[in-house]
């Protein structure tokens, strides 16, 4: 198993990283380290697990993580090319003065507050997505203008969306490890049947311990989790092609289209069928 506490690469003579990982070097597990995240998807899709954020990606997206915010982004599928352009930053980059400059009130707001994960949208995504693709190719001073330009631009926009908030974790590479097996079991076997008896037996556990262990880490139910895992399947359903809701309902692991309705609603706070609406008109 990959250790939680990942150490990032920054060359002597950079302040910060930017750099493309692709498989194999896209695959990383369940992990977290204290660099700031700035990740722009540029191949796959899949599952993002995000602090207690449990999520759709693929290519564009773009998501600025927090310092020490347990993330993993899951292809849909082991054969699939996985690849993302990442900048890598810790808070003081600059030095510990700079962040305090009138100037630059926002983008200290932005990495002192209590927002962890943002998702990027609409305009400032497309921006934001251009600058990252140039800094890779920059150096020097002119590469740490451009990411000064990033941080600013999201510190200043309500465009993104803040999918976990609060979130503080460092638990053990023992936990870790357990959190790992919950996590791959429940990504491939989601949309079928699960009982509290098989993922308690995967974590080695009793199931009060194991549900104990899952809403301490996660911060929320495994059934929670295992809702939402569902509810994003079924979201990329009403996304693509004409499938029938209800065959939706029934593909995404549930048998029951009133909980499915429920839960849709409760998770999306729309109905499927709203949810698909919203999506043809962007």
């Known amino acids: 198993m990959q250790p939680l506490?990942?150490?990032?690469?920054?060359?002597?003579?950079?302040?910060?990283?930017?750099?493309?990982?692709?498989?194999?070097?896209f695959e990383t597990n369940w992990h977290q380290?204290?660099?700031y995240e700035l990740i722009l998807i540029t191949e796959?899709?899949?599952?993002?697990?995000?602090?207690?954020?449990?999520?759709?990606?693929?290519?564009?997206?773009?998501?600025?993580?927090?310092?020490?915010?347990?993330h993993w982004f899951r292809k849909a599928h082991h054969k699939m090319i996985g690849s993302a352009i990442v900048v890598h930053f810790t808070k003081h980059f600059l030095g510990e003065s700079f962040l305090m400059l009138p100037e630059l009130k926002s983008v200290y707001h932005l990495l002192t507050g209590n927002n962890n994960g943002l998702?990027?949208?609409?305009?400032?995504?497309?921006?934001?997505?251009?600058?990252?693709?140039?800094?890779?190719?920059?150096?020097?001073l002119n590469s740490i203008t451009q990411l000064l330009h990033c941080l600013h631009a999201i510190?200043?926009?309500?465009?993104?969306?803040?999918?976990?908030?609060?979130?503080?974790?460092?638990?053990?590479?023992?936990?870790?490890?357990?959190?790992?097996?919950?996590?791959?079991?429940?990504?491939?076997?989601y949309l079928k049947h699960i009982t509290l008896e098989e993922v308690a037996a995967i974590a080695e556990m009793s199931i009060p311990t194991f549900c104990r262990f899952f809403k301490k880490n996660i911060k929320k139910s495994y059934f929670d989790f295992l809702q939402e895992l569902r509810i994003g399947h079924a979201c990329k359903l009403l996304q693509t092609g004409n499938h029938n809701i209800l065959d939706v309902c029934y593909n995404s692991g549930y048998?029951?289209?009133?909980?499915?309705?429920?839960?849709?609603?409760q998770v999306?706070?729309?109905?499927?069928?709203?949810?698909?609406?919203q999506f043809k008109l962007g």
Not at 44 to 69: E, P, S
């Open 5 to 25: 506490i990942q150490k990032i690469h920054i060359a002597q003579d950079s302040s910060f990283a930017c750099r493309t990982y692709r498989t194999p070097n």
């Open 33 to 35: 380290h204290e660099e």
């Open 44 to 70: 796959g899709q899949g599952t993002a697990l995000i602090g207690d954020y449990v999520g759709n990606y693929t290519v564009g997206d773009i998501f600025f993580l927090a310092g020490n915010l347990p």
């Open 119 to 140: 998702q990027l949208q609409k305009t400032l995504q497309n921006k934001i997505a251009k600058e990252i693709s140039a800094l890779e190719k920059l150096n020097g």
């Open 155 to 189: 510190s200043t926009s309500n465009e993104y969306q803040v999918i976990t908030a609060n979130f503080s974790l460092t638990p053990s590479s023992k936990e870790n490890s357990v959190i790992e097996k919950v996590f791959e079991y429940s990504l491939k076997n």
């Open 255 to 265: 048998n029951s289209w009133a909980h499915f309705s429920k839960q849709f609603k």
């Open 268 to 277: 999306k706070q729309v109905t499927p069928s709203q949810y698909r609406k």
